[in-house]
């Protein structure tokens, strides 16, 4: 067989995507699975270390379990063998029982020889109580993990630089010498560490919960996506490694929801428990000013690099307008500010994730007294 390809006006914006193409096309040439993704780089870069391997933490769990529902139906149906482009795949899930299905199926795409109803619904079920049993309480843990991270960084800036702090690993934070973990594994913990107010409490309670439906339709999601794939490649009688790559690609779809929620959820925690521990330690009538921190680089987008360095008052209730009076400040974030539902020309400054893949994140700064003192800030 022969293959030529040609990539033609390549340019340092399009390279990515067209070379990505060209190899998609040579392998369906040749009915071939994909085996080569690039590592996704999407997003704006982490401020702090801790941050960076909380989020990577949560994907990298949920993504082995992706992995080993794929390689299980992979096994069970005798599809060819594929590695995924997250190289996780077969180095990463050893830790994890493979999902096994009961039973035989002989089923033949080509010839058409189908999965019976009762078959399918035997194989969905045996996903779901794979799903359930290694998902559960992974909404928990995530939004406690993110809440306990927010607020040892704020507590742990008072008495570093900041330099020092964003190159700790989460293995070494520590709040009042607890370390990390051991406050982190339920809200009980969190209540008699962080003295949460009844606010506070609620809020991690519907967080648990957003973050609860969006896990819950990610494996519906799987589930149908799952079966269209197969009824699909029966149906129109596509070759196994056709079927395979469906399969794969669908597993890709749902992994890249997968991050997306964990980088929102995770860093919108962050923000909002830094906050809420500044607001706690700090006096009824306090003024408090927060300065936006984001990493600029080739990654950092529009919005982020505009707010970069602003100084914003935080206020205790939503206001209709963002736009304040006031000597330091032009806006205000209150706590649960965000941009869901906003188009981007809209968007406002929001407390938590500005945006998916957001990672920015604030520092307390005191204009007023500064003024007092007569030092500059900022
Ligand atoms: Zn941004």
């Not at 199926?105 to 794979?130: D, H, V």
């Not at 409490?201 to 967080?207: D, E, F, G």
């Not at 909002?272 to 600029?296: G, W």
């Not at 304040?324 to 981007?344: C, F, V």
Request: aromatic share 8%.
């Amino acid at each position: 067989m022969d293959f030529k390809i040609y990539v033609k006006d390549v340019n340092e914006d399009n390279r990515q995507e067209k070379f990505e193409k060209a190899a998609t096309e040579l392998s369906k040439a040749m009915d071939l699975p994909i085996t080569i993704r690039h590592r996704e780089k999407e997003g704006e870069s982490f401020l702090y270390r801790a941050q960076e391997e909380l989020v990577e933490k949560w994907i990298r769990y949920v993504g082995k379990i992706l992995d080993a529902v794929y390689l299980g139906l992979c096994r069970y149906f005798d599809l060819p063998k594929v590695t995924t482009f997250r190289k996780a795949v077969n180095d990463n899930i050893d830790d994890l029982e493979p999902l096994k299905f009961k039973g035989k199926i002989l089923f033949n795409p080509e010839t058409g020889k189908p999965i019976t109803r009762k078959q399918w619904k035997e194989i969905i079920a045996q996903i779901e109580k794979f799903l359930n049993r290694h998902l559960k309480d992974v909404e928990k843990k995530m939004i406690l993990e993110s809440e306990v991270l927010g607020r040892i960084l704020n507590r742990m800036l008072k008495y570093n630089t900041r330099e020092a702090i964003e190159a700790l690993k989460l293995e070494e934070l520590k709040y009042k010498n607890r370390k990390f973990e051991t406050i982190s594994d339920s809200i009980k913990k969190l209540r008699e560490t962080f003295n949460l107010s009844d606010f506070d409490t609620q809020r991690l309670i519907l967080a648990e919960d957003v973050l609860g439906e969006h896990i819950t339709a990610l494996t519906n999601n799987l589930k149908s996506g799952i079966k269209k794939v197969f009824t699909q490649g029966i149906r129109e009688r596509k070759s196994k490694g056709k079927l395979v790559q469906d399969l794969f690609d669908r597993f890709g779809d749902i992994n890249r929801d997968w991050r997306r929620i964990v980088e929102y959820e995770v860093n919108d925690n962050i923000n909002n428990a830094f906050l809420a521990e500044e607001k706690a330690n700090s006096a009824p009538d306090e003024k408090i000013y927060l300065q936006r921190l984001e990493v600029i680089d080739q990654g950092t987008c529009k919005h982020c690099e505009k707010i970069n360095g602003k100084i914003v008052l935080l206020v205790d209730e939503p206001l209709l307008d963002e736009k304040i009076k006031d000597k330091y400040a032009e806006i205000a974030i209150w706590p649960g500010k965000s941009n869901i539902g906003r188009p981007s020309k809209e968007w406002w400054v929001a407390a938590g994730s500005q945006h998916p893949f957001c990672r920015g994140s604030w520092e307390r700064v005191y204009p007023d007294l500064a003024e007092e003192l007569g030092v500059e800030v900022g």
